[in-house]
């Protein structure tokens, strides 16, 4: 069974960091692509960030560029998610989610919460 | 602010046929595939529609989707309670080297 279970949310000041944590099993890791996705509270869903199988492409949405990095250890079966100067937009339950070929964000985490304040 | 539009609303009785649009622009909906997301609160997203209009395994016939140019539509028939859920539809975007999410449309079954 595919799993997805992400970790390393909670509270955060304004200009703060955090790093998130997704562990994957139940398939190969390392021959898929990754992302991290996050709804802000009473608003949609927002893609985040994207990072291929073996790291050779990453994508971020604009709002989070030159602040988050995505990165992933294929040998531990983790993706991360680096968030730096925070700021309160960022607060969001964030899920990691798996793509499938031709199946964006096929499966997904139960999220992680992050909230920024002071 | 999200580039693919979406109606806030769109409710049915049970057994009706509802339909949500999602607008967008030549750099997204017009040249990439249109996928399809259930989203229950509380509850992780689901993958409805991929490729403008195929079903992943597991997801009823009652979901249907489809594309014309920059617009791509969600169709769900035989409307059920449990289909009360926020539905959005996403596509890759060019222009923004990203993945798009539309504004979402909340789902009432009356």
């Known amino acids: 069974e595919v799993q997805l279970v992400e970790s390393g949310g909670g509270l955060a000041k304004p200009g703060g960091s955090l790093r998130l944590s997704c562990a994957a099993s139940?398939?190969?890791?390392?021959?898929?692509?990754m992302n991290w996705v996050r709804q802000a509270p009473g608003k949609g869903l927002e893609w985040v960030s994207s990072i291929s199988s073996s790291s050779d492409y990453i994508f971020y949405t604009d709002s989070v560029k030159g602040r988050f990095t995505i990165s992933r250890d294929n040998a531990k079966n983790s993706l991360y998610l680096q968030m730096n100067s925070l700021r309160a937009e960022d607060t969001a339950v964030y899920y990691c989610a798996r793509d499938l070929t031709g199946l964006r964000l096929f499966n997904w985490g139960q999220g992680t919460l992050v909230t920024v304040s002071s | 602010q999200s580039v693919l539009t979406q109606p806030p609303s769109a409710s049915g009785t049970p057994g009706q046929r509802v339909t949500i649009s999602c607008s967008g622009s030549s750099s997204n909906i017009g040249s990439s595939y249109v996928y399809w997301y259930q989203h229950l609160p509380g509850t992780a997203p689901k993958l409805l529609i991929y490729?403008?209009?195929q079903r992943p395994s597991g997801v009823p016939d009652r979901f249907s989707g489809s594309k014309s140019g920059t617009s791509a539509s969600l169709a769900i028939s035989g409307l059920r309670s449990e289909d009360e859920a926020d539905y959005y539809c996403a596509a890759w975007d060019d222009s923004l080297s990203g993945y798009v999410f539309g504004t979402g449309t909340k789902v009432s079954v009356l």
């Open positions: 490729g403008n209009n």
């Open positions: 139940g398939f190969s890791f390392s021959s898929y692509n």
